[in-house]
Protein backbone atom coordinates (compact mmCIF):
# COMPACT_ATOMS: atom_id res chain seq x y z
CA UNK A 1 0.00 0.00 0.00
CA UNK A 2 1.66 3.29 -1.53
CA UNK A 3 -0.81 5.51 0.24
CA UNK A 4 -3.46 4.59 3.60
CA UNK A 5 -4.72 7.95 2.15
CA UNK A 6 -4.88 10.66 -0.56
CA UNK A 7 -6.41 14.10 -0.34
CA UNK A 8 -5.70 15.85 -4.00
CA UNK A 9 -6.99 20.18 -4.56
CA UNK A 10 -10.33 19.44 -1.72
CA UNK A 11 -12.06 22.60 -1.56
CA UNK A 12 -15.29 23.47 0.89
CA UNK A 13 -16.95 26.78 1.03
CA UNK A 14 -19.20 28.42 3.68
CA UNK A 15 -20.35 31.53 4.36
CA UNK A 16 -16.97 32.89 6.20
CA UNK A 17 -14.54 30.93 5.69
CA UNK A 18 -13.20 28.81 2.86
CA UNK A 19 -11.16 25.55 2.67
CA UNK A 20 -8.73 25.81 -0.06
CA UNK A 21 -7.31 23.07 -2.61
CA UNK A 22 -6.02 21.08 0.15
CA UNK A 23 -3.92 18.35 -1.28
CA UNK A 24 -1.67 15.71 1.04
CA UNK A 25 -0.82 12.14 1.81
CA UNK A 26 -1.05 9.70 4.50
CA UNK A 27 1.75 6.85 3.30
CA UNK A 28 1.25 3.45 4.48
CA UNK A 29 2.67 2.59 7.42
CA UNK A 30 2.71 6.34 8.74
CA UNK A 31 1.73 8.82 11.30
CA UNK A 32 0.28 11.97 10.04
CA UNK A 33 0.02 15.27 12.06
CA UNK A 34 -2.32 17.82 11.16
CA UNK A 35 -1.95 21.01 12.25
CA UNK A 36 -3.26 24.46 12.23
CA UNK A 37 -4.92 27.04 14.81
CA UNK A 38 -8.75 27.02 15.78
CA UNK A 39 -10.88 27.66 13.05
CA UNK A 40 -7.72 26.97 10.64
CA UNK A 41 -10.22 24.00 8.44
CA UNK A 42 -8.80 20.70 10.28
CA UNK A 43 -12.10 19.32 11.68
CA UNK A 44 -13.56 20.80 8.04
CA UNK A 45 -10.64 18.32 6.14
CA UNK A 46 -11.42 15.18 8.48
CA UNK A 47 -15.14 15.63 8.04
CA UNK A 48 -14.46 15.86 3.93
CA UNK A 49 -12.10 12.90 3.74
CA UNK A 50 -14.86 10.70 6.02
CA UNK A 51 -17.47 11.90 4.22
CA UNK A 52 -19.37 13.48 6.48
CA UNK A 53 -19.42 17.00 4.57
CA UNK A 54 -19.94 17.12 0.98
CA UNK A 55 -16.57 18.40 -0.74
CA UNK A 56 -17.14 20.94 -3.68
CA UNK A 57 -14.36 20.28 -5.87
CA UNK A 58 -10.49 17.92 -5.36
CA UNK A 59 -10.87 14.00 -4.84
CA UNK A 60 -10.31 11.73 -1.78
CA UNK A 61 -8.71 8.49 -2.38
CA UNK A 62 -8.70 6.14 1.03
CA UNK A 63 -7.01 2.87 1.07
CA UNK A 64 -6.25 3.02 -2.64
CA UNK A 65 -10.27 3.45 -3.35
CA UNK A 66 -11.89 6.45 -4.68
CA UNK A 67 -15.28 5.31 -3.74
CA UNK A 68 -15.95 5.45 0.60
CA UNK A 69 -17.85 1.78 0.32
CA UNK A 70 -19.13 -0.24 2.78
CA UNK A 71 -15.87 -2.25 2.87
CA UNK A 72 -13.85 0.59 2.61
CA UNK A 73 -15.59 1.92 5.99
CA UNK A 74 -14.94 -1.19 7.73
CA UNK A 75 -11.37 -0.41 7.54
CA UNK A 76 -11.32 3.05 8.73
CA UNK A 77 -11.81 3.63 12.80
CA UNK A 78 -12.43 7.66 13.92
CA UNK A 79 -12.51 8.85 16.62
CA UNK A 80 -13.07 12.84 17.44
CA UNK A 81 -13.30 14.78 20.73
CA UNK A 82 -16.01 13.73 22.98
CA UNK A 83 -18.02 10.50 23.47
CA UNK A 84 -20.32 9.27 20.26
CA UNK A 85 -21.89 6.51 22.95
CA UNK A 86 -24.76 6.99 24.80
CA UNK A 87 -23.97 7.67 28.42
CA UNK A 88 -26.29 4.28 29.94
CA UNK A 89 -24.08 2.18 28.09
CA UNK A 90 -21.60 0.25 29.05
CA UNK A 91 -18.42 -0.99 27.21
CA UNK A 92 -19.87 -4.49 27.15
CA UNK A 93 -22.80 -3.61 25.85
CA UNK A 94 -21.15 -1.69 23.48
CA UNK A 95 -19.38 -4.67 22.23
CA UNK A 96 -22.53 -5.90 20.94
CA UNK A 97 -23.61 -2.94 19.53
CA UNK A 98 -21.13 -2.60 17.27
CA UNK A 99 -20.60 -6.31 16.52
CA UNK A 100 -24.17 -5.99 14.75
CA UNK A 101 -22.17 -3.08 13.07
CA UNK A 102 -18.92 -3.91 11.56
CA UNK A 103 -18.58 -7.46 9.91
CA UNK A 104 -14.94 -7.50 10.87
CA UNK A 105 -15.50 -7.19 15.37
CA UNK A 106 -13.11 -8.69 16.63
CA UNK A 107 -14.36 -9.30 20.46
CA UNK A 108 -11.48 -10.58 21.93
CA UNK A 109 -9.06 -8.09 20.73
CA UNK A 110 -11.80 -5.21 21.86
CA UNK A 111 -11.86 -6.80 25.95
CA UNK A 112 -8.14 -7.73 25.26
CA UNK A 113 -7.38 -3.89 25.21
CA UNK A 114 -10.20 -2.91 27.63
CA UNK A 115 -8.42 -5.04 30.08
CA UNK A 116 -5.02 -3.44 29.07
CA UNK A 117 -5.86 -0.25 29.76
CA UNK A 118 -8.04 -1.10 32.89
CA UNK A 119 -11.56 -0.04 31.72
CA UNK A 120 -14.30 -1.51 33.59
CA UNK A 121 -16.68 -3.69 31.08
CA UNK A 122 -20.06 -3.87 33.41
CA UNK A 123 -19.48 0.30 34.35
CA UNK A 124 -21.69 2.83 32.91
CA UNK A 125 -19.96 5.35 30.27
CA UNK A 126 -21.65 7.76 32.69
CA UNK A 127 -18.91 6.60 35.44
CA UNK A 128 -16.13 7.33 32.92
CA UNK A 129 -13.81 9.83 33.22
CA UNK A 130 -13.16 12.03 30.08
CA UNK A 131 -10.15 10.23 29.91
CA UNK A 132 -11.64 6.56 30.09
CA UNK A 133 -13.93 7.79 27.46
CA UNK A 134 -11.45 8.42 25.36
CA UNK A 135 -9.77 5.49 25.52
CA UNK A 136 -12.97 3.14 25.14
CA UNK A 137 -13.25 5.28 21.83
CA UNK A 138 -10.13 4.38 20.56
CA UNK A 139 -10.36 0.39 21.68
CA UNK A 140 -13.92 0.22 19.82
CA UNK A 141 -11.73 1.51 16.72
CA UNK A 142 -9.32 -0.40 17.13
CA UNK A 143 -11.43 -3.33 17.51
CA UNK A 144 -12.69 -4.03 13.46
CA UNK A 145 -9.44 -4.41 11.81
CA UNK A 146 -9.17 -0.82 10.92
CA UNK A 147 -6.17 0.27 8.64
CA UNK A 148 -6.55 3.86 9.14
CA UNK A 149 -7.30 5.59 12.33
CA UNK A 150 -8.81 9.58 12.00
CA UNK A 151 -8.57 11.02 15.04
CA UNK A 152 -9.84 14.63 15.48
CA UNK A 153 -8.38 16.24 18.57
CA UNK A 154 -8.62 13.08 20.06
CA UNK A 155 -6.19 14.02 22.79
CA UNK A 156 -7.66 16.94 24.03
CA UNK A 157 -8.21 18.17 27.32
CA UNK A 158 -6.67 14.78 28.87
CA UNK A 159 -3.89 14.58 31.19
CA UNK A 160 -0.20 14.03 30.44
CA UNK A 161 0.36 10.65 31.92
CA UNK A 162 -3.00 9.60 29.89
CA UNK A 163 -2.02 11.10 26.97
CA UNK A 164 1.07 8.94 27.23
CA UNK A 165 -0.75 5.91 27.08
CA UNK A 166 -2.96 6.75 24.12
CA UNK A 167 0.53 7.81 22.16
CA UNK A 168 1.84 4.16 22.70
CA UNK A 169 -1.17 2.87 21.49
CA UNK A 170 -0.84 4.52 17.99
CA UNK A 171 2.71 3.66 18.01
CA UNK A 172 1.68 0.08 18.86
CA UNK A 173 -1.13 0.08 15.65
CA UNK A 174 1.61 1.04 12.76
CA UNK A 175 4.34 -0.74 14.09
CA UNK A 176 3.81 -3.60 11.39
CA UNK A 177 3.45 -0.96 8.79
CA UNK A 178 -0.32 -2.24 7.55
CA UNK A 179 -1.70 0.44 9.25
CA UNK A 180 -1.78 4.16 9.01
CA UNK A 181 -2.59 7.65 11.25
CA UNK A 182 -4.17 10.96 10.37
CA UNK A 183 -4.04 12.76 13.54
CA UNK A 184 -5.69 16.03 13.83
CA UNK A 185 -4.32 17.98 16.84
CA UNK A 186 -3.33 21.40 18.01
CA UNK A 187 -1.22 19.62 21.12
CA UNK A 188 2.02 19.69 18.72
CA UNK A 189 3.81 18.22 21.67
CA UNK A 190 2.10 14.86 20.94
CA UNK A 191 3.13 15.10 17.15
CA UNK A 192 6.59 15.67 18.33
CA UNK A 193 6.78 12.16 19.66
CA UNK A 194 5.08 10.14 17.48
CA UNK A 195 4.39 11.54 13.71
CA UNK A 196 6.20 10.61 10.96
CA UNK A 197 4.75 13.76 8.52
CA UNK A 198 3.23 17.24 9.84
CA UNK A 199 0.91 19.02 7.34
CA UNK A 200 0.10 22.51 8.45
CA UNK A 201 -2.72 24.54 7.19
CA UNK A 202 -3.91 28.06 7.87
CA UNK A 203 -6.93 30.30 7.73
CA UNK A 204 -7.91 27.18 5.14
CA UNK A 205 -5.02 27.25 2.69
CA UNK A 206 -2.32 24.59 3.23
CA UNK A 207 1.06 25.66 4.68
CA UNK A 208 3.16 22.34 4.06
CA UNK A 209 3.00 19.25 4.11
CA UNK A 210 6.91 17.90 5.46
CA UNK A 211 8.19 14.78 7.07
CA UNK A 212 8.66 15.85 10.51
CA UNK A 213 12.57 15.24 11.22
CA UNK A 214 12.92 18.00 8.95
CA UNK A 215 11.22 20.47 10.66
CA UNK A 216 12.67 19.35 14.03
CA UNK A 217 16.34 19.05 12.29
CA UNK A 218 16.21 21.76 9.94
CA UNK A 219 14.48 24.12 10.60
CA UNK A 220 15.35 27.03 13.45
CA UNK A 221 14.77 30.46 15.16
CA UNK A 222 17.30 33.48 13.75
CA UNK A 223 17.22 35.75 16.73
CA UNK A 224 18.98 39.46 15.85
CA UNK A 225 18.58 42.80 16.28
CA UNK A 226 17.76 45.39 13.49
CA UNK A 227 21.12 46.07 11.58
CA UNK A 228 21.57 42.20 11.41
CA UNK A 229 17.83 41.64 10.42
CA UNK A 230 18.52 44.68 7.60
CA UNK A 231 21.52 42.77 6.59
CA UNK A 232 19.75 39.08 6.04
CA UNK A 233 18.77 38.27 2.41
CA UNK A 234 15.15 38.31 1.33
CA UNK A 235 15.76 34.47 0.16
CA UNK A 236 16.72 33.23 3.53
CA UNK A 237 14.02 34.20 5.13
CA UNK A 238 10.31 32.34 5.59
CA UNK A 239 8.95 34.43 7.84
CA UNK A 240 10.12 36.90 10.74
CA UNK A 241 8.07 38.56 13.96
CA UNK A 242 9.17 41.70 15.61
CA UNK A 243 9.61 41.17 19.49
CA UNK A 244 9.79 43.91 22.18
CA UNK A 245 13.90 43.80 22.00
CA UNK A 246 14.56 41.44 18.79
CA UNK A 247 14.04 40.12 15.90
CA UNK A 248 12.76 36.44 15.47
CA UNK A 249 13.17 35.28 11.87
CA UNK A 250 12.19 31.18 10.95
CA UNK A 251 14.57 29.42 8.64
CA UNK A 252 14.53 25.94 6.85
CA UNK A 253 18.43 25.44 7.43
CA UNK A 254 19.65 26.03 10.63
CA UNK A 255 23.25 24.90 10.21
CA UNK A 256 23.31 26.48 6.73
CA UNK A 257 22.45 29.67 8.14
CA UNK A 258 24.58 29.29 10.94
CA UNK A 259 27.80 29.64 8.13
CA UNK A 260 26.34 31.87 6.30
CA UNK A 261 25.54 34.19 9.90
CA UNK A 262 28.50 33.26 11.91
CA UNK A 263 27.37 36.27 14.30
CA UNK A 264 23.51 35.21 14.48
CA UNK A 265 21.65 33.73 17.72
CA UNK A 266 20.05 30.46 15.74
CA UNK A 267 18.26 28.20 17.81
CA UNK A 268 16.00 24.74 16.72
CA UNK A 269 12.29 25.35 16.15
CA UNK A 270 9.66 23.60 17.54
CA UNK A 271 6.64 22.44 15.89
CA UNK A 272 4.77 25.13 18.21
CA UNK A 273 6.88 27.72 17.61
CA UNK A 274 7.06 27.27 13.31
CA UNK A 275 3.13 27.50 13.46
CA UNK A 276 3.17 30.40 15.53
CA UNK A 277 5.77 32.42 13.59
CA UNK A 278 3.75 31.29 10.41
CA UNK A 279 0.48 32.56 11.89
CA UNK A 280 1.58 35.91 13.55
CA UNK A 281 4.93 36.49 11.32
CA UNK A 282 4.96 38.40 8.77
CA UNK A 283 7.24 37.99 4.90
CA UNK A 284 9.39 40.15 3.79
Request: glycine residues 6%; proline residues 4%.
Amino acid sequence: MKNALTVSGLTKTYPDFLLDHISFQVPGGSIVGLIGENGAGKSTTVNAVLGLIQKETGSVSILEKDVLDNDTKEQIGAVFDGSNFPEILCPKKISRILKNIYHSWDEQTYFGLLKQLSLPPDKQLRQFSKGMKMKLAICAALSHHSRLLILDEATSGLDPVIRDDILDMLLDFVQDEEHSILMSSHITTDLEKIADYIVFIHEGKLVFSKPKDELTEQYGILKCGAAQFDALEKSDIIVYRKMDYEWQVLISDRHGMQKKYPDAVIVPASIDEIMLLYVKGEKR
